[in-house]
């Protein structure tokens, strides 16, 4: 006999409630996705807990049926309830990205079977009723679309009718055809097997553990963790690895294929959405063994996950910022976490969150202290712009320039890395004495001369290069402000007319696979010259680069946050490494007007170690994270003074908490006080480490915070930016 069930079922969106529904299907239980009447629509819900039993029956609706046959296990549902926990993001959020949409899972493809859900429907037309019928007397309830129609000899509208009312739903087939993993044996340094044993030895099958993989630029980390990821893979075993670029993500891809014959899975935002479709379908099904990804990769339903790599673990890409708000390398440990199984954190600069734990002896660390090949680290020196000169209207030193010359002359590859988008960040007015400025934002326009236009890097609103001052109404009197990348392009070519030059920007490399003919030019060494963002420092390989030059070393060392020269160093570091990898005569020269500073100094002297450790100490010092605790309350909405008045309300109730050893500061209208013509206001909790804050006791309140409609508010738990 079968008996009717109620079960809560959760929606990927926040604003809606958990809602009862009854089923009479044996196969639906808690984690399930399912099909579900929500007003005049049919929606996608997750199976969530038993059904309140106060509640009438009568009056519950059916589910309509399982969605793929998708159910999430009790440990990743477990996961994303810790996720929600400690991020105090909705849980909801993570939902969507974990199981998407209803459309998402609706194959537009003809599919090659059927599955009878529920007969449970009285208006059917007697056609649909033989085809219900049929559905019963088959295997499973599954027949094949052509076996269909050659029996009954129904038309598709009978059966698409169904599938509509979810009678029928679509069962396909799209297997992962992974070829056989790393067909070729990795030949590692006698420094890189030692790493490979030492985490391989340590291994304890259902045991949690975090290792950091801290290695010199062009050590072998990538080769380490692939030789350990391979082994799983021989298993049977899952293994996701994260990198922090959706370009790098699609070079990781190709550079496991041409060298080890693999065929990676890879998740990003840009894939077509039947290449999403069926790379979930497979990681749900456990026949995708090696997934590549980004951040949202994280939040994937596997089947049988069982190592984590977190490639460039310090990568402030791996923050969201926008709802929900995470950090990706802090929710992968907790999924490890949950899973019982190993993570890999990998960098050459580690962050100082991550450098803490291994002091503290939660993270085991492995060293990889000399570069692949017996090739050395770069040579740095420092450019003392207080003494040293630039040619009229340049940017770069004549010591540089005359080094460039050396370099092009034995066909060297250059980088020029310039952190600083278009071609200028400011357009002054000469005759007003105004700089143009966003519509939206409280941000300067940049100007970009290759898009003819100024563009707003925060919304993305952009005008005409040929727009008028809005006081004097002429657009004659503008004159660029500093310098970006397209404006050291322009004086390149001037230099050196005879050299090829590539910018490599977020704006030139972020349409995937479309950019990868101009990766390979600047990888053949056949660009001489490269102009680059801090794109370039993400862990990209450029076999021909011996030089690299940095314009404004100083750009980012004046900021207000405690994590200003963690940043700053780490930028530098990475694009220094990105010298000489394949010899030893890499260089690397850094303008800057402040020589003596210890970001610069720790750069020139090669004390990485030493700084992270003083960096650390100044932390605890100063009982700012890792040592203390942040969190960030953020205000948006149209009015200034509704926001402050609300965030001393705010403010008032968390003091009537009574929390120990705490302190909010705020509110405050936020440096950027306008964002998409929304204006902003913050406050922050700061806790001392040793009584951290409770996560519960702030939940809590929160929760209980009522919200007025014409406000926007969010919560960022361990903040990166403060703008």
Known sequence: MVFERQFGVIFPNPKLPVLDYSTLDDNIGIGSLVEVPLGSKVVA???????????????????????????????????????????????????????????????????????????????????????????????????????????????SSVIKSLENKGVLSKVTENKYKQEKIFNEPIILSPEQRQAVSRIREKYVKNEFQSWLLFGVTGSGKTEVYLDLAS???????????????????????????????????????????????????????????????????????????????????????????????????????????????????????????????????????????????????????????????????????????????????KKDQILIFLNRRGYAPIQFCTACKVSLECKNCSTKLVYHKTKTCYLCHICGYKVSEKTKCVQCNSADNFIPIGPGVERIRDEISKLFPDASSQIFSSDNFSKGEKNLEDMDKIKSGEINIIIGTQLVAKGYNFPHLKLVVVIDADMGLNAGDHRVMEKSYQVIKQVVGRAGRYASDGRALIQTWMPRHPVLQALLKDHGEKFLNTELEQRIEANVPPHGKFISLILSG??????????????????????????????????????????????????????????????????????????????????????
Not at 146 to 152: G, R
Not at 644 to 664: A, M, P, R, V, Y
């Open 231 to 409: 082994e799983r893979v021989q298993k049977g075993e899952q293994v996701l690895i994260l990198l922090p670029e959706i370009s790098l993500t699609i070079d990781f891809k190709l550079r496991i294929m041409k060298r080890y014959g693999a065929l990676a899975g890879e998740w990003h935002s840009q894939l077509s959405l039947n290449e999403r479709r069926r790379v979930f379908k497979n990681v749900v099904s456990g026949d995708l063994k090696l997934l590549v990804g980004a951040r949202s990769a994280l939040f994937l339903p596997f089947k049988n996950l069982k190592l984590i790599i977190v490639d460039e673990e310090h990568d402030a890409s791996y923050k969201q910022e926008e709802a929900p708000i995470y950090n990706a390398r802090d929710l992968a440990v907790l999924r490890a976490s949950t899973l019982n199984s190993q993570i890999i954190l990998s960098s050459a600069t580690p962050s100082i969150e991550t450098w803490h734990n291994c002091r503290l002896g939660k993270y085991h660390k492995v060293d990889l202290l000399k570069r692949f090949g017996e090739v050395y680290e770069p040579r740095v020196t420092l450019i003392d712009m207080n003494v040293e000169e630039t040619p009229k209207n340049s940017w770069i030193s004549f010591p540089i320039i005359d080094q460039m010359k050396k370099s092009l002359k």
């Open 638 to 723: 149209r009015k200034e003074r509704t926001l402050i008045d609300f965030g001393i309300k705010l403010k008032n109730q968390f003091f009537s908490l009574n929390l120990q050893d705490l302190e909010i500061f705020g509110p405050a209208v936020a440096p950027i006080s306008r964002i998409k013509n929304k204006t902003r206001v913050r406050l922050l909790i700061k806790s001392n480490k040793m009584t951290r804050i409770s996560q519960i006791e702030v939940r809590d309140w929160l929760k209980n915070v009522s919200v007025p409609n014409n406000i926007y508010f969010s919560v960022d738990i361990d903040p990166y930016n403060f703008y």
């Open 45 to 155: 819900g997750i199976v969530w807990s038993a059904g309140d039993t106060k509640f009438d029956r009568s009056r519950t609706k059916q589910i309509i049926g399982p969605v793929n046959n998708i159910k999430l296990d009790p440990e990743f549902i477990s996961f994303l309830k810790k996720a929600h926990a400690y991020t105090l993001s909705p849980i909801q959020s993570y939902l969507k990205m974990a199981v998407q949409s209803l459309t998402f899972h609706k194959d537009p493809k003809a599919p090659i079977a059927y599955k009878l859900n529920s007969s449970n429907y009285s208006t059917i037309t007697s056609r649909q009723k033989e085809l219900i019928n049929y559905f019963k007397q088959q295997p499973n309830r599954i027949a094949r679309y052509k076996q269909i129609k050659n029996d009954l000899g129904v038309s």
